[in-house]
């Protein structure tokens, strides 16, 4: 029983939905609306406690048995607390202050200011980073060791001189050559690829709303 119930509610909700996207009455869409906004969001409001207690409970792990990088568990444990602290008793709207006051010298207690001033800063020193691992992770992987590697090769050295000002200094027309790359054959495979994704989720849902796979359970899915 303690399975059962769980892959009942699964399998109702499960031919709900797909009933709903089939089938334009009013009430089934309002119904439809209600699962997809309301149990989302209850959802996610548990979502957010269990990947809170998750992190938490793992840098506490690495700081008491003093695994690699550790003090960076301090710094995450301490950013956690402060961030949570400021957007519930700080406000997250700048019009609309909370409990704390408002502005201390020229910080201002709101997470958009954090989220401006550290997040947004920090992202982009991340992705100019991970410029450079791209860039000699695609140097081991283009190589010509048969044709499709060396169109990958070709294609991969076409984009970039077409997404730089020297690729027009070379051909008027190299740029729109890049584009036309983008355009055309990268979106005819991506799409191919997204049909294969398609089918393999809708597979995986089949599976679960049936009782097939029950590995989402827990404990072996038995």
């Known amino acids: 029983m303690q399975r059962r119930i ?3 509610i699964v399998l ?26 309301d149990v989302q969001r ?4 548990f979502s957010l406690v269990l990947g809170v ?7 506490l792990l690495k700081i008491r048995r003093k695994a690699q990088f550790w003090p960076y568990s301090y710094i995450t444990i301490v ?4 961030t949570a602290i400021i957007g519930v008793f700080g406000g997250i709207d700048v019009t609309r202050p909370g409990v704390l006051p408002t502005r201390v010298g020229n910080f201002s207690f709101h997470i958009q200011t954090i989220y401006s001033n550290m997040m947004v800063p920090l ?3 991340m992705f100019s980073l991970l410029a450079f691992f791209m860039s000699s992770a695609a140097y081991r992987a283009f190589r010509a060791r048969n044709l499709e590697a060396t169109l990958l090769l070709l294609a991969a050295f076409i984009l970039m001189l077409g997404a730089v000002p020297l690729g027009r200094f070379i051909h008027h027309r190299l740029p729109a050559f890049a584009e036309w790359i983008l355009a055309v054959p990268n979106t005819a495979s991506k799409r191919g690829i997204l049909f294969g994704v398609e089918l393999g989720i809708f597979a995986t849902s089949l599976k679960i709303i049936l009782g097939i796979e029950r590995g989402w359970l827990g404990g072996g899915g038995k």
């Open 6 to 8: 769980p892959l009942i």
């Open 12 to 37: 109702l909700t499960g031919i709900f939905g797909a009933v709903a996207f089939f089938v334009p009455y009013p009430a089934i869409r309002n119904a439809d609306e209600i699962m997809r906004n």
């Open 42 to 45: 209850i959802i996610t409001a």
């Open 53 to 59: 207690g998750s992190i938490v409970q793992h840098h």
């Open 79 to 82: 950013a956690l607390v402060i």
């Open 123 to 125: 992202a982009a020193t």
